[in-house]
């Protein structure tokens, strides 16, 4: 049930259908329209590394929202891969220790493998912004 914690690379699909409460608060989230279009027309590739817990409110009420922006930018050149950790902030692979995740969610933004920023825990304007404002960063 709801109790197990995620630990471990997980994905979108799963994510929503073992913990209902992610995929509520994803249905009730609305980004802003003309930030996402900026998303949608960045060009470059980038991974975006998402650190979190099951059992962490702040992750359930984030994470929700920022897959919302991911997924209505639809930005092929935007790869998302989903980190569940333990509260040790562990997920079993090394990737919490390499990018020293202290608090979730962690979102880290990566572009050729260089780390151009991070949101943690809440965004300091909107999830969508934030995010914005990282991806638009120069090298």
Same mark, same amino acid.
Not at 15 to 21: A, H, Q
Not at 55 to 77: F, G, H, M, Q, Y
């Given at each position: 049930?709801?109790?197990?914690?995620?630990? =471990?690379?997980?994905?979108?699909?799963?994510?929503?259908?073992?913990?209902?409460?992610?995929?509520?608060?994803?249905?009730?989230?609305?980004?802003?329209?003309?930030? &996402?279009?900026?998303?949608?027309?960045?060009?470059?590739?980038?991974?975006?590394?998402?650190?979190? =817990?099951?059992?962490?409110?702040?992750?359930?009420?984030?994470?929700?929202?920022?897959?919302? &922006?991911?997924?209505?930018?639809?930005?092929?050149?935007?790869?998302?891969?989903?980190?569940?950790?333990?509260?040790?902030?562990?997920?079993?692979?090394?990737?919490?220790?390499?990018?020293?995740?202290?608090? &979730?969610?962690?979102?880290?933004?990566?572009?050729?493998?260089?780390?151009?920023?991070?949101?943690?825990?809440?965004?300091?304007?909107?999830?969508?912004?934030?995010?914005?404002?990282?991806?638009?960063?120069?090298?």
């Amino acid at each position: 049930g709801p109790d197990r914690i995620l630990v =471990g690379k997980t994905t979108q699909g799963s994510l929503f259908r073992d913990y209902p409460v992610f995929w509520n608060n994803y249905r009730d989230y609305t980004p802003r329209k003309d930030v &996402v279009e900026k998303i949608a027309g960045l060009r470059g590739s980038f991974d975006i590394l998402i650190f979190f =817990g099951t059992w962490c409110k702040d992750s359930v009420s984030e994470v929700p929202k920022i897959l919302r &922006v991911l997924d209505a930018a639809d930005n092929k050149n935007l790869k998302l891969a989903l980190y569940g950790v333990d509260r040790g902030k562990k997920e079993g692979l090394g990737m919490s220790e390499k990018f020293s995740i202290q608090r &979730v969610p962690t979102t880290i933004v990566l572009r050729d493998g260089v780390e151009l920023g991070r949101i943690v825990e809440y965004p300091e304007k909107s999830n969508e912004e934030d995010l914005l404002k990282i991806l638009g960063k120069k090298q």
